[in-house]
Each structure stands twice: as structure tokens, then as C-alpha cells.
Nanobody, 121 residues
Framework: QVHVVESGGGLVQPGGSLRLSCAVS????????MGWYRQAPGKQRDLVAG???????IYVDSVKGRFTLSKDDTENTVYLQMDSLKPEDTAVYYC???????????????WGQGTQVTVSS
């Protein structure tokens, strides 16, 4: 069984910063890809940033230059540093991971429970 736990959301003023964390635990052999998605009220869940095991981070255009994704493979943790936040960044942010579990023949996709980010004055 694999657990995905996000933390770090909250209320911040426009122009402020937040750092989200996503910790993955369980019977994991390795993680192939990790990413952050967000879902605003009434909208679909969209990719914000992602990274494969040996690749470079990719970002949606609206957050380029403001958000930075990083990961710690030894701790199975991925971070999303969010700077210069805007009201339109308000959403529930979800962590998504694609993992090889012990004894598995293919990867499995897991989601965290989500963490609320609200940007408002």
C-alpha cells in the first residue's frame, strides 16, 4: 500500500509565497514520476508542474517563473515552491505519483488528499 500526503497549503496575500510538500511512503521500489495538479471550484483538475525520475521539471505557462518544483529521491518527497502568488492560483492542489510497488508488473498512479491554497487580500 502507498500513502501520499500533502502539506503546506493555506491563506496568503497576493504576492506572497507558500511551499507545498508531498511525502510518499509504502512498499515502493521507485517513483517514475511526480507532479502537482490543481482544481479550482467548478473547473477541471489541471497539471501545474511535473517531473519524471531522470528528467527536468515542466510547468504550465501560467506558473513559469513563479513556481519551482523540486524533489528528494532519497526521501520520496516532492516540493512545490510557489512565489508571487496571484488570486487565480487559488485552488485545491493535489500531488500525483506514478510508482513501482514491490512485486508489481507495472506502475500504479496515486493521488494525495489535496491541500487548499487561497490567495486573497
Amino acid at each position: 500500500q502507498v500513502h501520499v500526503v500533502e502539506s503546506g497549503g493555506g491563506l496568503v496575500q497576493p504576492g506572497g509565497s507558500l511551499r507545498l510538500s508531498c511525502a510518499v511512503s509504502g512498499n515502493i521500489v521507485k517513483i517514475d514520476a511526480m507532479g502537482w495538479y490543481r482544481q479550482a471550484p467548478g473547473k477541471q483538475r489541471d497539471l501545474v508542474a511535473g517531473i519524471s525520475r531522470y528528467g527536468r521539471p515542466i510547468y504550465v505557462d501560467s506558473v513559469k517563473g513563479r513556481f519551482t518544483l523540486s524533489k528528494d529521491d532519497t526521501e520520496n518527497t516532492v516540493y512545490l515552491q510557489m512565489d508571487s502568488l496571484k488570486p487565480e492560483d487559488t485552488a485545491v492542489y493535489y500531488c500525483n505519483v506514478d510508482v513501482w510497488e514491490l512485486g508489481a508488473m507495472k506502475t500504479t498512479d496515486y493521488w494525495g488528499q489535496g491541500t487548499q491554497v487561497t490567495v486573497s487580500s
